[in-house]
Structures are given as C-alpha cells and as structure tokens.
C-alpha cells in the first residue's frame, strides 16, 4: 500500500494519536517524518516554505499537497476513505461530527493547555483564571458525558472522527487535571475512552490512559530572602537597676520551647556521611578507579541508607528541555527541609517535544516517603527502590549520576544536581 504523504509531528500531541488513528481505521498508510526535531527543524527555510508558519502537526500529501492545523489534517485524511464512515454517512451526520470536534477543542482541550501551562510555569499563574477555566472545562465535560448517556459513540452507530477527536482530548486531561473526584462525575466519559483506546486497531496509536488521583495544584516558587539591612551600631550599654537584672534572670529561667524533631534524626547511626559523599561527587571524576562512585561503594552503608530511581510521571505534557530541566530545579528547590537527608542527581533525557525526566536519589533510611514528601508536588513522580547488588540497577544508578543516562534510544540532554 503507498503512503498517502508524510506527517511532520511529535508524539505527546493529541492530534498526533486523531491524525494517525484516522488514517489507521480509513485503511491508509501514513508516513511519520524521521529525525524530525522540532524548534530546529521548523524553523528551516525547507520547512517554512511548504508550511509557513512553523507549526506542527503537518502535513504533505504524495502528490505534494500542503496542509497545517491538527483538525484540518484529520479530516482531510478522513476524506481520502470514503467508505469508512469517519465523516458521518450523510450531510447531517457530517456536520453533527465537525460540530464535536470543534467542541471538544475549544471547550475542553484549549482550557486544559492553558491550566497546565499555568501549572508548569509557562505562564503566570492567576488563581482566578485557573478556577474559571476549570470550571468551565468540567461544564464542557459534562456536556459530552450528557450525550454519552443513552449512546456508545458522538455520531451514529460506529466511530468517526468526533470520536477519536474526543477520545485524545480526554486522555490528556485525564493524565493531570481530570482527578477521581471529577472521573466520578462522568462515568460515560471513561466508559466511552476506555472503549475507544482498546479498539485492536487503535491501542499501539493511544496507549494506555494514565489517571491521575489527584489535580496537579499549583506549587509557587521558593521565594528567596531578603538580605537584611546592617544593624546601626549598638548604643553604649546603660547599667540596669537590681531589681530589672533579678527580673531579666526570672525571664531567662523559662525553658525555650523545644524544636520539632525529625523522625529521621531518630534512625540508628550510620557510618556512612552524606556530606562526604556530596564533596566527594563534587570533586572527583564520576567513574574512574579513583572516582566518586568508587569511593561511595567502598563507604555506602546500605542499612542505614538507599538508592532509588525517580521518574517524572507526566513526560507527555513535557515541552522544550530547557523548561524541563528548570521543573527539575524547581522541584529540588522544594525539598531543601531534607537537604542534610538527600542527595540527587536527576535529568532531560531526549530532544524538546519527545523527552522525559529521570534519575537516582540517595537518601537516609529505607523509605522515600519520609524525605521527598517535603515538596509539594512529590507525587508527580515515581520511586523505585535500586538494589545495587542487581547488575541493571547497578548500571541506571551509575549513568545517572555520570549523566549519560540512556532510555529507550532517549539521551541525557540536561541535569541537575540536590547537593
């Protein structure tokens, strides 16, 4: 079968999964551009010519034909499959499909861009606006989970395009803001997605639908203390009368209230020093016979602490690596209550529009509860306790801390270190 053109896109993008999943049920074969690397390779004179504003998706017919707008490509696709029925099998039923996809476009997917960009950093958080623009989401929600009530698909009795449209757009709400409490208000929504992801022609294009329990919440920035000014030099000392300084021992007889302690503090002693250890990554080679990693194993003491891996859960919504490495930073700034607990060393890994966030953490004790659960946005990440005995464990803990950490085919672009 001959491709019907190429697509220029990236995966995490909703209409990369409408796009394709269309030509998939239309029987088309559809050609993903290779290599291709956004913010470089769409700003090329190449690139600019056929698509003039830089804009991903796009997309090139075989015959040479132009086309740029997610939507606009998956319907022009649809059309090139007449019998398939993903535009409806009449004119009715046509416009009943452009009409739900253009609604879940404007009424549930560009709310969701703009709270998670909000979220993210992206763009100034406004309170207000986030609570509006969820709102008016969740009523957007509940408009298509109404019309799911008495029907298993948007348009007809097969799917169409409103329906894979519909199905992207859940999926991504789904991962981060769309939490149990909202998924209980729209049980024919997730009784719909579910059926739409596991059609056998569609599962490798959508994936499995990661939910999240919790609404990701806005974290703001650690703010930084103000310098304080110079105290003016103190005035000469005026003698106090008797009966003041008994006064002022009175005073200093009263006990001080007594500082909280850390439930870590209380763990057996450990002969191994995470300060040591932290001097020590920080001025030795990583690797080498006289290297960091060899002196942690000759001093690590693996009672009294652990090594674990750290993936961020949300890589789809990851944009340009640079963004990505400042939510890395931004994350350790969070957990600085457990710095004298903690070591880190976590990165980019990939190429902006296709990376993710990995890395090891070292910290005191057995459980990575106790030390991360300082940071507010903790759970937007995964623990998975290393055995560093396990020759694989052993090799992800190592080029995380050398930063040339590899996942699937993903190499590390960008790091930071909690020191």
């Known amino acids: ?89 009449s004119p009715e039923e046509t416009a009943l499909v452009d009409q739900w996809v253009h609604f879940a476009e404007t009424e549930v997917l560009a709310m969701h861009v703009v709270i998670f960009q909000m979220l993210n950093g992206h763009l100034i958080y406004n309170k207000t606006i986030h609570t509006t623009l969820v709102e008016r989401q969740l009523r957007g929600l509940t408009t298509l989970n109404t019309h799911l009530a008495t029907r298993t698909f948007f348009v007809g009795e097969r799917i169409t395009l409103a329906d894979l449209t519909v199905a992207a757009v859940l999926q991504r709400s789904a991962a981060n803001v769309l939490d149990a409490d909202a998924r209980a208000k729209l049980p024919h929504l997730v009784r719909f997605l579910e059926t739409i992801v596991n059609q056998p022609a569609l599962q490798a294009l959508y994936g499995p639908v990661s939910y999240v329990e919790k609404a990701l919440q806005y974290v703001p920035p650690k703010k930084e203390k103000e310098a304080k000014p110079a105290a003016p030099p103190a005035a000469p000392k005026e003698k106090k009368p008797k009966a003041a300084e008994e006064e002022d021992e009175d005073d200093s007889l009263v006990p001080a209230e007594p500082k909280e302690k850390n439930p870590l503090d209380s763990l057996p002693k450990s002969t191994f020093n995470l300060e040591d250890w932290k001097r020590a990554y920080s001025n030795k080679d990583t690797r080498g016979a006289d290297g960091a990693l060899e002196w942690l194993y000759q001093n690590f003491d693996a009672e009294g602490f652990s090594a674990w891996r ?15 490495s400042n939510q890395i930073g931004g994350f350790f700034n969070r957990l600085e209550a457990s710095r004298k607990y903690l070591f880190g060393s976590v990165g980019v890994l990939g ?25 507010p946005d903790w759970e937007s990440y995964e623990y998975r306790k290393l055995d560093l005995m396990n020759a694989e464990d052993k090799a992800f803990f190592e080029a995380a801390l050398a930063w040339d950490l590899e996942i699937d085919g993903k190499k590390w672009a960008d790091g930071k270190n909690f020191k």
């Open 351 to 375: 190429e902006s529009g296709a990376s993710i966030i990995s890395g090891a953490l070292i910290l005191r004790g057995q459980e990575v509860k106790a030390v991360v659960d300082c940071a």
């Open 1 to 89: 079968m001959a491709s019907i053109g190429t697509l220029w896109t990236v995966p995490p993008m909703p209409q990369t999964a409408i796009i394709r999943s269309t030509a998939a049920l239309g029987g088309l074969e559809l050609t993903i551009a290779e290599g291709y690397k956004h913010f470089e390779d769409n700003k090329k004179p190449e690139f600019l010519a056929k698509f003039p504003h830089g804009k991903i998706p796009a997309f090139e017919s075989a015959g040479g034909f132009t086309l740029f707008e997610g939507a606009a490509i998956a319907r022009y696709v649809a059309g090139l499959a007449p019998n398939s029925g993903l535009l409806g099998t």
């Open 310 to 324: 750290v993936d961020f859960k949300y890589n789809e919504e990851l944009t340009l690596t640079f963004m990505s």
